[in-house]
């Protein structure tokens, strides 16, 4: 089984999973680390079942642009029947194929995907294309990294081998890709690497 039929057969149970108040809670904690400002144009990567869409709409505000990527269908799906209001646009992609423009974004935020991406340079590389010039890259968990590596390989199916890098190794990612200013937070229920386009 790939990648995508992986997430579009757990579409259903994954929104489930996250709709208790201990799940909003580690949003909610989270939510402080993504540096959004009203009227942004936000790229919400890997959005699965659209989870962040209320936070960044608070933050992004009335004139903020929300785009909503991923390359699972049925997760899209659920995401688009929940928020079908505008200014909020779905994609199917990936994040190694962004479609669109260079410095077309204000923030790009990669929650819960980064580990989960075959080629995390070229999708970095991406990331900072469409970003514009000192714009941020937020990749974010509400697991700390060894958290989240524990319960990966734990998973059946092709999850088993998706890890977060170590520091040193995420470091090298970013800067590799051309973002400067590389900063990482891990801690329990909480994993924050930024670095700035």
């Given amino acids: 089984?790939?990648?995508?039929t992986?997430?579009?057969?757990?579409?259903?149970?994954?929104?489930?999973?996250?709709?208790?108040?201990?799940e909003r809670a580690k949003l909610r904690k989270l939510t402080p680390y993504l540096p959004i400002k009203g009227g942004d144009r936000v790229l919400d990567a890997g959005c699965g079942t659209g989870r962040l869409i209320p936070?960044?709409?608070?933050?992004?505000?009335?004139?903020g642009h929300i785009v909503e990527?991923?390359?699972?269908?049925?997760?899209?799906?659920?995401?688009?029947?929940?928020?079908?209001?505008?200014?909020?646009?779905?994609?199917?992609s990936d994040a190694q194929h962004i479609p669109f423009k260079e410095k077309s974004f204000d923030v790009v935020v990669c929650f819960a995907l980064?580990?989960?991406?075959?080629?995390?340079?070229?999708?970095?590389?991406?990331?900072?294309?469409?970003?514009?010039?000192?714009?941020?890259?937020?990749?974010?968990?509400?697991?700390?990294?060894?958290e989240l590596n524990t319960f990966h390989k734990k998973v059946k199916g092709p999850v088993t081998q998706d890890l977060l890098p170590d520091?040193?190794?995420?470091?090298?990612l970013f800067l590799n890709a051309g973002?400067?200013?590389?900063?990482?937070?891990?801690?329990?229920?909480?994993?924050?690497?930024?670095g700035e386009a």
């Fill in 1 to 4: 089984m790939d990648r995508k």
């Fill in 69 to 92: 990527m991923d390359f699972a269908k049925k997760m899209l799906d659920i995401a688009h029947s929940k928020h079908s209001f505008s200014p909020i646009w779905f994609i199917r």
């Fill in 114 to 146: 980064f580990p989960h991406i075959p080629d995390k340079q070229k999708a970095l590389k991406e990331f900072k294309r469409i970003l514009k010039r000192n714009c941020p890259l937020v990749v974010a968990h509400t697991m700390s990294r060894d």
């Fill in 167 to 172: 520091q040193e190794e995420m470091k090298k």
């Fill in 6 to 22: 992986f997430f579009d057969k757990e579409a259903q149970n994954w929104e489930k999973e996250h709709q208790c108040e201990k």
């Fill in 179 to 194: 973002f400067q200013s590389f900063t990482i937070t891990d801690q329990p229920s909480l994993y924050i690497a930024r």
């Fill in 55 to 63: 936070y960044l709409k608070k933050s992004a505000g009335d004139s």
